[in-house]
């Protein structure tokens, strides 16, 4: 069994035989055999007898199955046909095109950034709401502190107020 370099919708370009040059998206991947299939590529012709007095027979057209060492991945960012380089990014390893260094894998990369992102932030969240909260409550305690001074006067005046008219 074979550890392919080659995922299903990545867009590559035939190196050998009849379809020589010509670029599709990989349909399926069969590592066990070391093959894919490629849209529109490769086309067969298959015979099908009818097997039952419902089924129909005819002639068939389908994607045949190339060979891994005949297709090569077209990087999206620099739209050559690359090799694949493995790298571990964090704790996910991830496919870089070997010209330019892109990240061939950039919506599983994309995920497992927002999540890191997701967290940090949410813990950053947290410090802050317990930091708020604190400054909040400190102030509350000063504007308690400041509208009951100002009651205290105000009932103290209004009391002189009163003395002196009697």
Do not use: W, Y
């Amino acid at each position: 069994m074979a550890n392919l370099k080659i995922k299903k919708g990545d867009t590559v370009v035939i190196l050998a035989g009849k379809e020589k040059g010509k670029t599709g998206e990989v349909l399926e991947c069969f590592p066990k055999e070391s093959k894919v299939t490629v849209k529109g590529l490769n086309m067969i012709v298959k015979h099908n007898k009818p097997r039952s007095a419902q089924d129909k027979g005819g002639i068939v057209r389908l994607e045949g199955k190339l060979d891994i060492s005949n297709v090569m991945v077209i990087c999206p960012n620099c739209n050559k046909a690359t090799r694949v380089e493995m790298e571990i990014a964090g704790d996910k390893k991830v496919r870089k095109c070997k010209k330019c260094g892109a990240v061939l894998d950039s919506k599983k990369v994309v995920k497992a950034q927002k999540k890191d992102d997701k967290k940090k932030s949410d813990v950053k969240e947290v410090k802050a709401k317990k930091t708020t909260s604190q400054k909040e409550k400190s102030e509350a305690k000063e504007t308690k502190s400041k509208t009951t001074e100002k009651k205290a006067k105000s009932t103290v005046s209004k009391k002189s107020t009163v003395k002196s008219e009697a």
